[in-house]
């Protein structure tokens, strides 16, 4: 039942925050969570530290963001809450952890399967993110799949799920315009439907 609720959430977004669990080909059960929320805008911050309304999530599924636009892959630093808007407005995905304790085998599986989305032409980076309370988050525009373990096959649907479904401005990472910038107001902007 829950491989079926999951699947059902991939294909038409859960609206609600109840945890699914499934176990992993090594058994091991991950619990995980998919929510949506409506769009904060895709206003340009000068920087990181100009004054902005809080997000409506953690991390950020859309909004206020620094102009300058992060590249797809492997990032070691970890990011600001400002540096992961701008990204998601251009259909990338974010893969972000936060592993106070270390989780150096969870992070070889998210770099092997950033690197492998990047050689099919997929906007996907990765790095730590330590202000939020899940160990593990994926974020597309207004979409945020919060994991407690590595889940390979629920990682990469989200991605082929969602890399480059919204980018309003065109390029440089997805070949299609898809969505329009969303008002301030958080009013939600729609999304395209599910590519087959």
Avoid at 184 to 192: A, E, I, M, S, V
Wanted: net charge negative; with cysteine; charged share 15%.
């Amino acid at each position: 039942m829950a491989v079926l609720l999951l699947a059902g959430c991939l294909a038409i977004a859960c609206d609600d925050d109840k945890p699914a669990s499934r176990a992993t080909a090594t058994g091991t059960a991950v619990t995980a969570v998919e929510q949506s929320f409506p769009s904060q805008g895709n206003d340009h911050l000068a920087d990181a530290s100009d004054p902005h309304p809080a997000y409506n999530s953690n991390p950020p599924t859309s909004g206020w963001h620094l102009a300058a636009l992060p590249r797809p892959g492997v990032y070691t630093q970890a990011r600001r809450p400002e540096e992961l808007p701008h990204f998601m407005e251009h259909g990338g995905v974010w893969l972000l952890y936060n592993c106070p304790n270390g989780c150096q085998a969870d992070v070889q599986a998210l770099t092997a399967i950033t690197n492998g989305a990047i050689d099919k032409g997929r906007p996907v980076a990765l790095a730590p993110f330590p202000g939020m309370s899940a160990r593990f988050a994926l974020v597309a525009w207004q979409r945020l799949f919060t994991l407690d373990g590595i889940d390979r096959a629920r990682v990469e649907d989200f991605i082929g799920h969602y890399a480059c479904d919204y980018n309003p401005e065109g390029g440089p990472y997805c070949s299609v315009l898809r969505g329009s910038p969303g008002p301030t107001t958080g009013t939600p902007t729609p999304l395209t439907s599910p590519r087959p």
